[in-house]
């Protein structure tokens, strides 16, 4: 059975470095068997990789890629935490899109981070989520995710 590593790297991925809080947090905190991670922002290379409001300037498609990224950016804040992300499990994901106040497909835009952990974690991978239309998130973001995994529950 191939690592979450090894999935992420099938897929042309790797783990990035965790990105720097961009003000008085930290980007995940373990308690317990459980990691909390603050809500992780679609940066690439230090940068936003897109700004704006979904169903304005940002497509569905573009805001799924970024959910995608902030998912990927949550996987480098828990590895900080785990150590191993063979014993992780995704417990719950919070997406939040800031959106126009006529877009409702938020929940398909959190899918970009929902089916990446399926990818890359599979079963351990499938998890609670809530998906959240807001009017603005930091930097002018259009998506940011949250998570709770556990370590050691997989199996």
Known sequence: MAT???????????????????????????????VYTSGQLPMRDGALITTG????????????????????NAIAAIRSMAGDLSQVRIVKVVAFIASTPDFTGQPGVANGASELF??????????????????????????????????????
């Open 53 to 72: 409001k979904v169903g304005g300037t940002v497509s569905p498609e573009d805001a799924y890629d970024c959910a995608r990224q902030c998912a990927l």
């Open 4 to 34: 979450p590593e090894e999935k992420l790297a099938e897929l042309g991925l790797t783990v990035p470095d965790v990105v720097p809080p961009v003000a008085a947090y930290v980007p995940a905190v373990r308690s317990g068997e459980r």
């Open 118 to 155: 399926a990818e890359v974690f599979g079963d351990a991978g499938v998890h609670a989520r809530s998906a959240v239309g807001v009017p603005v998130l930091p930097l002018d973001a259009p998506v940011e995710v949250e998570v709770i995994a556990e370590i050691g529950g997989v199996g």
